[in-house]
């Protein structure tokens, strides 16, 4: 298992930006970022898959937010920009089971074996 910490998270105002920090224990292959609001299930927000070379991110997120990884570092990050009040959530990294082609981004809850404890996002309007 790896463990993860993230940070990063934090109070802004609607079209502003945070940047989320992901630092893992050791070597990881697929990783992602999910979220999670009250009262909802958890979602994905973006994904990458092993090298950084294929990422994927859901549509609320596309175009705002950028999903990257030092692998040299075991880092994950997440920088959001024009942030909504709907972000509002809390965030969580994620590393995936390592099965299934290297290029593969994996969208799935269930994809994923370790997680970190989470990061409070809030968006005021």
């Known amino acids: 298992q790896v463990q993860l910490v993230e940070s990063g998270g934090g109070l802004v105002q609607a079209g502003g930006s945070l940047r989320l920090s992901c630092a893992a224990s050791?070597?990881?292959?697929?990783m992602g970022w999910f979220r999670q609001a009250p009262g909802k299930e958890r979602e994905f927000v973006a994904g990458l898959n092993w090298s950084g070379g294929n990422t994927d991110y859901v549509d609320s997120v596309r175009g705002r937010f950028t999903i990257s990884r030092d692998n040299a570092k075991n880092t994950l990050d997440l920088q959001m920009n024009s942030l909504k009040p709907e972000d509002t959530a809390v965030y969580y990294c994620?590393?995936?089971?390592?099965?299934?082609?290297?290029?593969?981004?994996?969208?799935?809850?269930?994809?994923?074996?370790?997680w970190g404890q989470g990061t409070q996002v809030t968006v005021s309007s």
């Open positions: 050791g070597r990881t292959f697929g």
């Open positions: 994620a590393a995936a089971f390592n099965v299934g082609p290297t290029t593969r981004v994996f969208t799935r809850t269930t994809d994923y074996r370790d």
